[in-house]
Structure formats: structure tokens, C-alpha cells
């Protein structure tokens, strides 16, 4: 009787502890299948976000831009001719290449390049202004949609805007690099030191700038500024390879 009862006690147990296991199971699958729901939807917030503030941002970028561009052209109308045709694939790239959330390398420096001549004219033609560039058009990048508009923007208007032109020694050079999917832009200018430091932390571009990068292209990039004995360097490098390779696949 005894030996019965504590079989049936066993096997009750054993059933209890199998129909326990199950609904512990089954209510952890469902608590894993709530939470790749939920941070689904936190990432889609969360990109949703992300778009707004890149969207809000170009709205207070763009007229910046524009006026810049004009005060340039204004100034120096003697050069008109050659001013408009630039200014023209300037807006072009603007009006109609910058709502776009990618452009290719290709464009992006071809409206660099331009958005430099447009300030050129600004200065006397003896300064010391050196530029240099190394695309190397072959690239696999090169005509890949995977920079971001206007990123060269804030680089190339700080340097004109922040530059001593009075200083004897004064200088801007512009180094562009396109090679093995890395692109490099590195400005530096002379420049007075409490100017610089003013207004690069607190200005507009500066902080836009940061913004967009660290959104867009999280930890493929490295944006380095440093100020001494009155000369303002900044480096960008992203790295547009593995972005793209990443874009591919996520």
C-alpha cells in the first residue's frame, strides 16, 4: 500500500514538475518573442528619429549655405562670369542632389571642389591657398550612393571664414583623398586661436556637423580638430568601404 502510494506520489511529481518545465518554457518563449518585438519597434523609433533630426538639421543648413555662397559672389563682381558658372553647380548640387540621403564620392567632391573656387574668390590672388587632391577614380566607391550630402561643407567654410588673411604667414590648405574605399579631408588654416575656439564650439556648423556623422555613419568615421601657435587643423576620415559593405548587408 505504502510502496503504491509513494509510486503515484513520484509519478504525480514528475508530471507536476514536466507541466511546470513546459509552462516555464512556453511563457519564456513568449517573453523572448515580446522583447525582439519591442526592440524591433526601438530601432524603428529610433531610425525614425534619426531621419527627423537629419531633416531638421538640413533645413537650418541649407540657407546658411546659400547665403555664404552669395556673399562671396556679391563681393568680388568682377568675377561673375566665373563666379555663376560655379554657383550654378553649386545649387544645383543643393537644391537637387542634397534632399537625397546619399550621393556618390564623385558628386559630392565635384561640388567641393566648386564650393572652394567660389570662396577663392575672396581673397587676393598671392595668398597662400594650397589644395590638393588624390581621387583615385577607379575606386569600387567612387560612383557608389553612400556619402552623405554637404558633409564637406562645415570643413571648407569654417576654414575661409575663421582664416587671418592680414597675417604675413597666413595660409588655408585643403588636402582630399579617395583611396581603398577610406575618404580623408583634411583643412588648416591660420587662424587667430581664442577666434577659433569661440566659434568652432559653439557655432551651428560645428555641432551639425558632429551630429550628422556620429548618426550616419556611427563608428566608421574619425573627425579630429586641434588648435596651435594659431593654426586650426581638422581631419575627417570615413570610411566608406565598410559603410557601404554594411549597407549591403543590413
Do not use: W
Not at 537637387?96 to 559630392?108: A, M, R
Amino acid at each position: 500500500m505504502i510502496h503504491d502510494y509513494l509510486i503515484f506520489t513520484g509519478v504525480f511529481a514528475i508530471f507536476f514538475l514536466l507541466t511546470v518545465s513546459i509552462y516555464l518554457f512556453s511563457q519564456n518563449s513568449r517573453i523572448r518573442q515580446r522583447n525582439t518585438r519591442l526592440t524591433e519597434a526601438n530601432k524603428i523609433i529610433e531610425q525614425k528619429l534619426n531621419e527627423v533630426q537629419l531633416e531638421h538639421i538640413g533645413t537650418k543648413l541649407n540657407p546658411h549655405l546659400f547665403k555664404n555662397i552669395l556673399n562671396s559672389v556679391q563681393s568680388h563682381a568682377y568675377q561673375t562670369y566665373m563666379s555663376l558658372d560655379k554657383l550654378a553647380n553649386v545649387l544645383d548640387y543643393i537644391l537637387y542632389e542634397s534632399n537625397n540621403k546619399f550621393v556618390s564620392p564623385k558628386e559630392e567632391l565635384n561640388f567641393a571642389l566648386s564650393l572652394i573656387e567660389i570662396n577663392k574668390i575672396k581673397i587676393n590672388p598671392l595668398f597662400d591657398f594650397r589644395i590638393k587632391s588624390r581621387i583615385n577614380k577607379s575606386d569600387a566607391i567612387y560612383e557608389e550612393k553612400v556619402f552623405a550630402p554637404l558633409i564637406s561643407v562645415d570643413l571648407i567654410e569654417n576654414a575661409f571664414k575663421h582664416t587671418d588673411f592680414l597675417a604675413q604667414d597666413s595660409f588655408i590648405s585643403i588636402h582630399l583623398e579617395l583611396e581603398n574605399g577610406m575618404f580623408t579631408m583634411k583643412v588648416s588654416n591660420k587662424a587667430s586661436l581664442k577666434n577659433v575656439l569661440e566659434k568652432e564650439n559653439s557655432g551651428f556648423g560645428s555641432q551639425s556637423l558632429d551630429q550628422r556623422l556620429k548618426m550616419i555613419y556611427n563608428n566608421h568615421y574619425q573627425l579630429e580638430k586641434s588648435s596651435k601657435n594659431g593654426i586650426f587643423t581638422a581631419e575627417l576620415k570615413i570610411n566608406l568601404g565598410e559603410f557601404y559593405d554594411k549597407m549591403r548587408y543590413s
